[in-house]
């Protein structure tokens, strides 16, 4: 299998695809690469920096047939479209009884830990989560990368692609030939017995990280990772739970009101899994605070990996069964 | 161009149906047989009714919170439009949307939009659709005197100026963003100034003469098909209602002698005394359409209280394509 990085494998995603159909046009500020070069001015289109009317040109595109790939660059920018996200896409299809579908994928990169300071290092997905109506990709390898982008661009409804910063460079196998990820799939990144930790995007290469360290002391960690955050995969996320019995949930986000603090309480409703729990669930995030620049604050507001191993102990001194 | 008597008679039923529809709808609200908000477009029917006449059914608009104006004139079925204020399973939304939501996208209707502004972007990608398909099709996007103060005018006018986007901006200005007149929100009165800088044509037009609006359209509409680019048309208007209404008529807040020199100017008055001083339509006949009118909408009040409310189990249906 080929070794490529991320964002290498994000731009196979969209080159195939739009190989694959002529509906596809891409629209953003700039692009790495040429690809006009391949797919001409016509479906490759360079905008002036108005977000949100490309935001809505790609929702009104996609209701009239096309398959519009608008790229926001950082989710930072994005907000300046929030009427066009929150008020038209995560609602045109409901709202008018489902008589067309809108085919458009918002594609952004996401998270800090990369100098860029507050406006730029942003983890907002649980905000698009709460919206009901988009659906939402979160990939923490090359390979997931590739396969939930093309699969996010073949879907018929808005779909936003989160694309990790600190992810960008990494390496990873890809599959050769037309490779798709399902969405609402998660995955099962490391089998263990011990401890589940649930990891998003970055923090799954973290969550892998710790889980070898981990291993030399005797201690078996499962690692999850969702992938998909809407349409959310919760049964394997209970399953894993229910088999382990203690679960940290990582991500860069702050913890308030987000996708871990909705991943905790989808566990911890199932009866099932509440009764084969034998701690607390643990939720590591970012303190909430607007990302600082200066390394050793940034480092302090984003999860560390002593912090991840910090929190998988603390799971761990609990007693082995509950006392009922 | 000249009309002849049976566009003029089409154009007449049409500005009347918008206007009894309208009429209905406040009654229906005032009875507590709908729901929600309601804001009438009556005394501006001459613009959707004018700007339509030049569309095809393959021509796509995008309107407004105010739109019940623009689907009939874009050719909605008026008992679909009754079963969805109504809020019924037969209601173009299945009753998810309402009059704020309603959309026919088989008649090339993109939907009203409850956000001022919200369509001008939805619109340009419309528009994009059509120039990569390469048939011919425009977009025509109404919005308010409001919506110029808005960054997504701006950012629409922008884009359309400089990819030539098949798509005409109507501006029906009705002299007031919700309750505010239009001098207090713009520093010029003139929003077709905006066009210059987007380096497309504007024209200011009277808003109630509807076959000005048709000249006037069909020049911008052909303009776009030819693949020339944009166009911003100013229609100067005024609603003779409130801006919105929910359980009560609010109180008139405008001047009575305003009010009553803008109805003296009243589009439907000024169609049928053009076309009965031309001898185009007899007395009669524009008494009949009125009658058929009257007729129509019962049948769709009668269709709209026939059809059954949604099941809440269906709450979900229609959240995602399969």
Redesign the interface.
């Known amino acids: 299998m080929r070794e490529i990085t991320f964002q290498r494998a994000l731009e196979e995603a969209v080159a195939e695809e739009m190989r694959r159909d002529p509906k596809v046009i891409t629209m953003a500020t700039d692009f790495t690469g040429d690809p006009i070069k391949e797919f001409g001015p016509t479906r490759v289109r360079f905008t002036p920096i108005s977000e949100a009317v490309l935001t809505g040109m790609g929702l009104g595109a996609a209701g009239c047939g096309l398959r519009p790939i608008v790229n926001w660059r950082m989710v930072t920018f994005s907000f300046v479209a929030m009427d066009q996200i929150v008020n038209q896409a995560s609602k045109i299809r409901y709202m008018f009884g489902g008589q067309a579908n809108f085919p458009v994928t918002y594609r952004c990169t996401t998270g800090g830990g990369i100098g860029l300071a507050a406006q730029h290092s942003q983890s907002p997905y649980s905000m698009w989560m709460h919206l009901a109506g988009l659906k939402i990709i979160l990939p923490s390898t090359p390979a997931d990368a590739k396969g939930l982008l093309k699969s996010g661009i073949r879907d018929d409804n808005p779909v936003v692609s989160f694309e990790c910063s600190r992810l960008a460079t990494a390496t990873g196998p890809v599959p050769d030939g037309d490779h798709l990820v399902p969405l609402g799939v998660a995955d099962v990144k490391r089998p263990g017995t011990d401890v589940t930790i649930v990891g998003l995007a970055y923090y799954v290469s973290e969550a892998l990280g710790v889980a070898e360290e981990l291993a030399a002391e005797g201690i078996s960690v499962e690692v999850v990772d969702p992938r998909t955050l809407v349409p959310l995969d919760v049964e394997t996320l209970r399953a894993s739970v229910r088999k382990t019995g203690r679960v940290v949930i990582v991500d860069e986000a702050p913890p308030t009101c987000s996708a871990a603090s909705e991943i905790a309480s989808l566990l911890v409703e199932d009866s099932e899994t509440f009764r084969a729990l034998r701690a607390p669930v643990r939720r590591v995030c970012a303190v909430p605070v607007p990302v600082p620049y200066s390394p050793p604050l940034e480092q302090a507001a984003l999860p560390r990996r002593d912090d991840i191993k910090a929190a998988v102990y603390e799971v761990l001194k609990e007693p082995a069964r509950r006392s009922d | 161009m000249t009309l002849d008597k049976p566009q003029i008679a089409a154009m007449l039923r049409s500005m009347v149906l918008i206007r009894e529809f309208d009429e209905l709808a406040i009654q229906l609200r005032v009875a507590g047989k709908i729901y929600g908000a309601v804001h009438p477009y009556v005394g501006q029917e001459a613009v959707a009714v004018g700007v339509c006449a030049n569309l095809t059914p393959q021509d796509?608009v995008?309107s407004t919170h105010r739109g019940h104006g623009h689907c009939i004139a874009k050719g909605a079925d008026i008992r679909r439009m009754m079963a969805e204020l109504f809020g019924r399973v037969d209601?173009?939304?299945?009753?998810?949307?309402g009059s704020m939501?309603i959309?026919?996208?088989?008649v090339g209707m993109?939907?009203a939009?409850?956000?001022v502004?919200?369509g001008?972007?939805?619109?340009?990608?419309?528009?994009?659709?059509?120039q990569?398909?390469g048939r011919g099709d425009v977009t025509v996007c109404f919005f308010g005197d409001g919506a110029a103060a808005e960054?997504?005018f701006h950012?629409?006018l922008?884009?359309a100026g400089?990819?030539k986007l098949p798509i005409v901006f109507v501006c029906e200005n009705n002299q007031y963003a919700a309750n505010n007149a239009v001098a207090v929100q713009h520093p010029r009165v003139d929003i077709a100034a905006h066009a210059a800088v987007y380096a497309m044509p504007g024209l200011v037009i009277d808003g109630n003469d509807v076959l000005e609006v048709h000249a006037s359209a069909g020049e911008a509409v052909a303009r776009a098909r030819r693949g020339e680019g944009p166009s911003l048309l100013e229609c100067k208007t005024y609603r003779w209602h409130f801006h919105a209404m929910r359980a009560a008529i609010p109180p008139e807040t405008r001047p009575a002698d305003e009010i009553a020199s803008w109805k003296a100017r009243d589009p439907i008055a000024r169609l049928e005394q053009h076309a009965l001083s031309r001898g185009l339509l007899s007395a009669a006949e524009v008494g009949a359409i009125q009658e058929r009118v009257r007729g129509d909408l019962n049948e769709a009040v009668a269709f709209a209280e026939q059809s059954p409310f949604p099941d809440p189990k269906d709450l979900l249906?229609?959240?995602?394509?399969?």
């Open positions: 796509r995008t209601g173009y939304c299945k009753g998810k949307g939501h959309a026919d996208f088989a993109l939907g939009n409850g956000i502004g919200g001008l972007p939805i619109a340009c990608g419309a528009a994009l659709a059509a990569i398909d960054g997504e950012e629409a922008n884009i400089v990819w249906v229609d959240m995602f394509a399969r």
